[in-house]
């Protein structure tokens, strides 16, 4: 008669891991990175609150010479009535 050979459950290999050392220095570049990431989003909101407020004050200024040209068109065309 043939022989079994017993089988006994494996347990999967280990895989290496990182030393305390390697994870906290992942770990704080990570960190790094987002803190990094953090003060630039901050800053480039801030540039866009300036940016809204700055386009905000052009469209005004724009309004205020179009309605000083309608203004002089309008008075021309008073002054030309009013001669003729």
Known sequence: MAQRKAKTA???AKRPSRTTKAASEA???????????????????????VAGERTA???????????????????LHNAIESEA
């Open 57 to 75: 004050s052009l469209e005004q200024g724009r309004d205020d010479v179009v309605n000083r040209i309608d203004w002089v068109i309008d008075s």
């Open 27 to 49: 770990k704080l570049k990570l960190e790094t990175r987002i803190k990094s990431l953090e003060k630039e989003r901050e800053r480039l909101k801030a540039r866009l609150e």
């Open 10 to 12: 494996k347990r999967p």
